[in-house]
DNA sequence: ATTGGAATGTCAACAAAGCTGACGTATTAT
DNA sequence: ATAATACGTCAGCTTTGTTGACATTCCAAT
């Protein structure tokens, strides 16, 4: 190791840089959830919706409980934004074969539609984001997220990435 | 390059590697957060006076309106915040000596502990896993965040980065 | 067959944190 | 003098989260 690279070696795990990096994280979410925000506002939904309408479409026939799971919220939240998005024919909840209790989650034609709307939005920047910042980038990019989650979650994050790619 | 590298160099960019990118940002930022929370819900404060807490101590005797700029909210919910604080001594508010319409805030000493709380909570999950990616990764992590941001946001990231390293 | 517990839905009340609009008061700039 | 800026504040509204309570439906175990 050259001492350039132990310098940097010692170097990146400071106060200073742990701190931008912190930094970095709060400035770059709010680039991350500006162009859905901005379609939705239009709309009579907000960032909840969204996270619903993105993880049903995600995976298709989902259980309530498993968008909880996904979610962390509590039911009565989740609810309040189902009840809506499915009042307006964006989402359908059908009663579970084998478990009967159990609502499974799905867009409709027209819940797709916006779910596409917001997906190719979010998309576009996070892509411009990847081309210029280049593979090994976006490689740590995704390495230190990872290493960022909660056990749980990184479980669940993980599985939704493997299911039908 | 080889075919490896081909191969990986047209893929990161495809639907589904993006929407994987979308899927960790929102997890981890919920891990990034976590630790503060907890730390906040046990006094009668909450995220949003963790970042008006974060960003005086970062730039000490910054005025009101350069931290509307950098925190991105209206100056009546700011100012919610900040009144509490300085209510409860942990903020001070100082008349401007050229400009005497502007207000300067710093944080007390009791301020300032609990900023170091909040700050060290935060920084140990991120430094573990700065630690656990490697120096390589955030290099990548730090760059695509950046790459990320609205371009005015980045210009004030940069340039708190800069102030006194 | 009954019963306990799980999954779901819903009502009510509340809190945090964002927003708009309007207004007041210094202070500075033109 | 007048206009613009920086700040504070009041009032009211929205979104999205929270608890707590309670009903329904259904599975599974006794």
């Given at each position: 190791m050259g001492e350039a690279q132990l310098d940097r070696a010692s170097q990146y795990l400071s106060d200073e840089q742990v701190r931008q990096g912190i930094e970095a994280m709060f400035f770059a979410y709010r680039g991350f959830t500006r162009d859905p925000d901005r379609i939705l506002?239009?709309?009579?939904?907000g960032r909840a919706h969204h996270r619903a309408i993105h993880f049903i479409a995600r995976s298709p026939s989902t259980t309530v409980n498993n968008l909880l799971g996904i979610l962390g919220v509590t039911k009565q939240s989740l609810n309040r934004v189902l009840r809506t998005l499915i009042a307006d024919g964006l989402v359908e909840s059908r009663v579970g074969e084998?478990?009967?209790r159990e609502r499974h989650l799905r867009l409709t034609e027209e819940g797709a539609r916006l779910e596409r709307q917001l997906s190719d939005a979010q998309r576009a920047r996070m892509r411009e984001a990847y081309r210029s910042a280049g593979p090994e980038a976006v490689a740590g990019f995704r390495t230190v997220l990872e290493a960022m989650m909660e056990p749980d979650l990184r479980r669940k994050y993980v599985a939704i990435g493997e299911q039908d790619p």
């Amino acid at each position: 190791m050259g001492e350039a690279q132990l310098d940097r070696a010692s170097q990146y795990l400071s106060d200073e840089q742990v701190r931008q990096g912190i930094e970095a994280m709060f400035f770059a979410y709010r680039g991350f959830t500006r162009d859905p925000d901005r379609i939705l506002e239009t709309m009579a939904y907000g960032r909840a919706h969204h996270r619903a309408i993105h993880f049903i479409a995600r995976s298709p026939s989902t259980t309530v409980n498993n968008l909880l799971g996904i979610l962390g919220v509590t039911k009565q939240s989740l609810n309040r934004v189902l009840r809506t998005l499915i009042a307006d024919g964006l989402v359908e909840s059908r009663v579970g074969e084998s478990d009967k209790r159990e609502r499974h989650l799905r867009l409709t034609e027209e819940g797709a539609r916006l779910e596409r709307q917001l997906s190719d939005a979010q998309r576009a920047r996070m892509r411009e984001a990847y081309r210029s910042a280049g593979p090994e980038a976006v490689a740590g990019f995704r390495t230190v997220l990872e290493a960022m989650m909660e056990p749980d979650l990184r479980r669940k994050y993980v599985a939704i990435g493997e299911q039908d790619p």
